[in-house]
């Protein structure tokens, strides 16, 4: 059976290390649809209830912004998660963001 495209991005976000963080569309990308991070957006938005878990707090947009924090239980906990890996959020922005940038497309 194939998989759908969220449960192949649900796959991907469960490769990105502790500490590291990717965007949505670095993800499209690696999955071979590159004008689809929107869809991963609607992913992760969907993503809260999937098992094994999903570290959706890692998916990030291109700049490095937590955009998706108001799809967490509270808005801070996105910034929380991040924090306790030991990265650094400056005004909702990950500080260093190139250096923690983890590419799918070079692990599938």
Known sequence: MEQSFYEQVYEVVRL???????????IAKAL??????????????NAHDALPPIPAHRVVNHKGLLTGKFHFPTPELM???LENE???IEQDKIKDFKIHFWDPALEL
């Open 86 to 88: 030991g990265l650094v």
């Open 16 to 26: 990105i290390p502790k500490g590291r963080v990717t965007s949505y569309g670095a």
């Open 79 to 81: 910034q929380e998660l």
């Open 32 to 45: 071979g649809a590159g004008k689809s991070s929107r869809l991963v957006g609607y992913a992760m938005n």
